[in-house]
Structure formats: C-alpha cells, structure tokens
C-alpha cells in the first residue's frame, strides 16, 4: 500500500512550514513557544515589516497619515473632557 498525500510526513512538514510563516516570509510563531519569538523572529518580522512599508503607495501612506492625525486629534481633545471634574454644587 503507497503511502496517501496524508500520510507522508514529508507533506506534513511543508504545510507546516507554510503555516508557521507569513505571506511575507516573517515568521507568524515563534519556534519553542508559539507566542514568544526569538531575537531573530523578531528581527525579521521588523525586516519584513520595514518591506512592506517602504514599498507601500502614496496614496494609501496619505490616508494613513490623516487617519493618524485624526486619531491624534481627538485624543487630544478627549482627554480633557473624559478627566474633567464637575463643578461642586453648593
């Protein structure tokens, strides 16, 4: 009996492989503990990170800069408002 698609461990290796990175080559979990990366994992999620944000359009770098700006801008505005004390009542 030939070994099925399922049962070939060679399969399994590169769909997990495949799994364990990104579409952009960075790793997507970390290798001893899925939620912890090493220095390396690290570095080269910053790398890929660093790609894909030098090779990103003017005009969706535009609309992320207002967005940001907006977020900031009512954050200032806000603050203020949410830490404000009522005047006391006499």
Do not use: K, N, Q, Y
């Amino acid at each position: 009996m030939e070994p099925t698609s399922d049962d070939d461990p060679e399969s399994d290796e590169s769909v997990r492989e495949v799994v364990e990175r990104s579409r952009h080559g960075a790793p997507a979990a970390g290798a001893v503990v899925r939620d912890r990366f090493e220095t390396h994992e690290v570095f080269d999620r910053i790398v890929v990170a660093a790609h894909e944000e030098t090779t990103t359009g003017p005009r969706e770098l535009f609309f992320s800069g207002l967005a940001a700006g907006f977020a900031i801008t009512v954050t200032f505005l806000l603050t203020p408002r949410c830490t404000a004390r009522p005047a006391a009542t006499r």
